[in-house]
C-alpha cells in the first residue's frame, strides 16, 4: 500500500489491550487501506476485511480509566470503505488514541 496524500501518524488500540500502536497513513487513503496498514501490525494472521474499527479521541494516559465499551457507538464505525483518512479524522493533533480496533475471536489473544 502506497501512502496517498499528507502522512498522518494514527494511534490504534485493540479492544481489550492497554497498548496503543501507531499506524502512519496518508490523508488520501481510504478506510480499507487503513484496515491493511493495522493488519499488518497484528499478530496471527489477521485479515483487514476482518476488523471493525471505530473513530475515537482517547487520551493516551487515559486509556486503562477509560472503559472502552462504554464510549464506542455505532455513529462512530468506520464502516464507508472509500472513507478518506482525511474525511474520517479531520483534525488530528498530539497522541490520543483515535481508531479503536475489535479483531475477530478466533484470531486469538494479543
Do not use: H, Y
Amino acid at each position: 500500500m502506497s501512502t496517498v496524500g499528507i502522512p498522518v501518524r494514527l494511534w490504534c488500540l485493540v479492544r481489550g489491550s492497554s497498548s496503543a500502536f501507531k499506524v502512519v497513513i496518508g490523508d488520501g487513503n481510504d478506510i480499507d487501506d487503513l484496515k491493511e496498514a493495522i493488519s499488518n501490525k497484528l499478530p496471527n494472521d489477521v485479515k483487514a476485511i476482518q476488523l471493525v474499527l471505530w473513530s475515537v479521541n482517547i487520551d493516551q494516559s487515559q486509556i486503562k480509566a477509560t472503559s472502552i465499551d462504554d464510549i464506542l457507538n455505532d455513529e462512530d464505525k468506520l464502516e464507508i470503505s472509500g472513507l478518506t483518512i482525511g474525511e474520517a479524522f479531520p483534525s488530528i493533533e498530539g497522541n490520543n488514541v483515535r481508531v479503536i480496533v475489535e479483531v475477530p475471536v478466533f484470531a486469538g489473544e494479543l
